[in-house]
């Protein structure tokens, strides 16, 4: 029994897990200057999705077209493999100095109070503003993290454009893939 869990584990993200196992372990590692490129790298995926993909198009083909590849057993579990390895770069970013919970100033902090000073409210404003726009970031980075590593576990039964696409916040960075 213990051989077959073995041999299960070794093959957790398919045929391409040792590429998937090396992002993981890359995003364990970066730096709050790296987030902040892949921030930038990252398309826009926000609270109005028909706008992101009417300013992201390609790319949510490309999502698009390797989720339904790998709902199509490309290889045996790779529904699962795909959707595993999204949920896991999804917690190991969450566990990042990156995400927004792990910064001084949490969402909804800042009230603002008509009873404040002009000076008060402005900055309480400016405190609410900036913490919706780290929110908002974190989610571009937290869904740039899980497509990333789908798109890894379906590489090279995507097409290479499609794999460029999904991995682009990420390329700068060398993370995770081998030519």
């Known amino acids: 029994m213990g051989r077959i869990l073995s041999h299960l584990s070794d093959e957790r993200f398919g045929p391409n897990t040792a590429e998937v196992e090396a ?11 790296e987030w902040d490129r892949v921030t930038n790298a990252a398309p826009a995926l926000g609270a109005v999705p028909d706008l992101e993909v009417s300013q992201s198009p390609e790319y949510f083909k490309a999502l698009e077209a390797a989720t339904r590849l790998a709902k199509s057993q490309v290889f045996p579990g790779s529904e699962s493999a795909f959707y595993d390895a999204m949920r896991t ?3 190991v970013a969450d566990a990042s100095s990156f995400q927004p919970s792990t910064r001084p100033e949490p969402a909804g902090s800042a009230v603002v109070d008509e ?4 000076d008060a409210e402005a900055d309480a404003i400016i ?15 937290m869904n740039a993290c899980m497509v990333a590593a789908g798109a890894l576990v ?26």
Do not use: C, H, N
Not at 23 to 33: I, K, Q, S, V
Not at 115 to 118: D, G, I, M, Q, V
């Open 127 to 141: 405190r609410i503003m900036s913490t919706a726009y780290e929110e908002e970031s974190w989610r571009r980075v």
């Open 23 to 33: 992002f993981l372990d890359r995003l364990r590692r970066m730096t709050p200057d």
């Open 89 to 91: 770069a999804q917690l």
């Open 154 to 179: 379906v590489r090279g039964s995507i097409p290479a454009s499609d794999f460029t696409r999904l991995y682009a916040p990420f390329e700068a960075l060398s993370l995770g893939k081998s030519g």
């Open 115 to 118: 009873r404040l000073a002009p």
